[in-house]
């Protein structure tokens, strides 16, 4: 039975059924990967506000350079995705050969910034010392350590752009899980553990994603996965690591401006005080986790469509998109009735101090809105990055962040009434106009013609 789905042709057979067979390895995956951060703000909760504000800033930080190097490796999927579409194995691994290459190169340049840089960083979020303090541990570990993310994230991608998506999953159950029943010994203490703090935490995240890269290595080398790569006859090659990263160049750009000015807005967030900035770093926590339904259809979409271009299907490689988008808008139906009613209850579960919990749950309803619109955003924008056509999302996002996002986050709190939550209400309107976007430049079908 596994080796027959190894085997499956993703360009035949029912397209929602497909879809659903991608993905449902991809939902558990992600929201297992975003579960990491999340238990780390749990734990770090009970060292204290400082600890929460100094954390989650620095945990914006990471989610910006991972989605540096989700970017970055935009090329390697969308190219192996076409390739196996059209029966090259042997191209798709000399794809997979060269990512390596810039998988090592990103990885020395993040941890040049983590030793350096982590204090300065957080300084210019004018946050106050302690926080800085507790921040700055957190981030150099994680980016010093980003070379485990970056073979982890180049397994996965790979085998997923394949069509495999359930040994990924299956690596990231097991690091994840070791991670969930980690974290607290090094934090804490606990047993035979150092009471690390922050540190344990950081190196909790560290650890278990190096041996969950290790494990898709071998997995992947052992020819125990749909590819089955060598590294026999490598050589470095330019011109396709070069239409890599003219994929992934944008991507890695849009990926940026969809966590940078989150970070941006830390500066209009921190005059209202430490109870607004922990408030919104855990809302930034929440609002990653929800968004995981939309990425896991957005990449299957993308999978299926790239693998259908290759096979010279364009037609199922739209209705793909349109399928997950519906899917994923139905479940924000059920999650906005969610937030609504308990969205106190939520926030509660990292944190119960009156004054965090009272903001952030503001800032969750207001954001219902945005989550009922996020399936035209994320998952459509997700179908067409997969492909390999990046560069309409990367203008999009720049145009309507800095535009329209920015200016009304620093309009809103200072010539309004809404206070802080004008900042949150400025996201919303960003998100709006991006959901008129993408559904019109889908349906024109121009990224169905995109060369790479």
Known sequence: MRRASLE???????????????????????????????????WVGKLGTAAVAGVGISGMVIQVVNSLTMGLFAGLRAMIARYIGAGDKAGANHILQQAFVIGAVFSIITAIVGLFLAERILVTFGVEPDVVAEGAVYMRIQLV???????????????????????????????????????PFFIFGWWIFPSLGVTGAALTNVITQGLGGVLGLWLLFSGRSRLKPTLRNFRLDGSII???????????????????PSLVLVWFVSPFGTFAVAAYSLMQRIDNFIRVPAASLGSSSGILAAQNLGAGQ?????????????????????????????????????NNEAGLVEIAAAFLRIQ????????LVVTLSMCIDGVGDTLPSMIVTLVTMWLVQIPLAYYLPKYTDLGVQGIQWAIVAALLIRAVFFPTYFRLGRWKRKKI
């Not at 029912?14 to 993905?23: D, I, P």
């Not at 209705?319 to 899917?327: D, H, L, S």
């Open 8 to 42: 499956k042709d993703w360009t035949k057979g029912s397209v929602a059924g497909n879809l659903w067979s991608l993905s449902w390895p991809m939902l558990i995956s992600q929201s297992l990967s975003m579960m990491g951060p999340t238990i780390d703000m749990i």
């Open 368 to 375: 219902i809105i945005g989550y009922l619109v996020f399936g």
């Open 145 to 183: 350590g980003m070379v485990t993310m970056s073979v982890l994230r180049i397994t996965e991608s790979s085998m997923q752009a394949s069509g495999d998506t359930v040994t990924p999953m299956r690596i990231t159950v097991f690091y994840r899980i070791l991670h969930i029943v980690l974290v």
């Open 242 to 260: 070069w239409r890599m990263a003219k994929i992934g160049i944008p991507a890695s750009i849009t990926g940026i401006q969809r966590f940078f």
């Open 314 to 350: 364009p037609e199922r490689a739209e209705r793909g998109g349109w399928i997950a988008t519906g899917v994923f808008t139905a479940i924000m139906v059920i999650v906005a009735v969610v937030i609504w009613f308990w969205a106190e209850n939520l926030i509660g579960i990292f």
